[in-house]
């Protein structure tokens, strides 16, 4: 039932690229980090509404998350360093920069299908 066609949305991922430097208008490094993400990806696979008590012991029990995210094709390339765009389009901030909507908390593969943690985000 997990890997029906109808029960599928769509939603879209970014897959971690690279951690870089950030430079001031003279050229010298400030200190801080900016995280580069890929352009958004289109996806399709079966989220729940919620979590819920049946969905706790999935994951573990520290593990913190929102929504699970269940597909049956194993090669889908969302990894823990990925960001999705799931109640949302994706589209720019005023820096140029893709807002996301969640975070992937952890992923859990089994032998036939991968479900994946994911957590609100609240990034501007």
Known sequence: ???????????????YREKTQLNDSDGYFTGDYGITYSDPAPMRANISPARGTAQTEQFGTGIDYDKVIVTCDMTCPIDENSVLFVDKAPAKNANGEYVYDY???KIAKSLNSISIAIKKAAVS
């Open 103 to 105: 975070v992937v908390t």
């Open 1 to 15: 039932m997990r890997g029906l066609v109808k029960n599928e949305q769509l939603f879209y991922y970014s897959l």
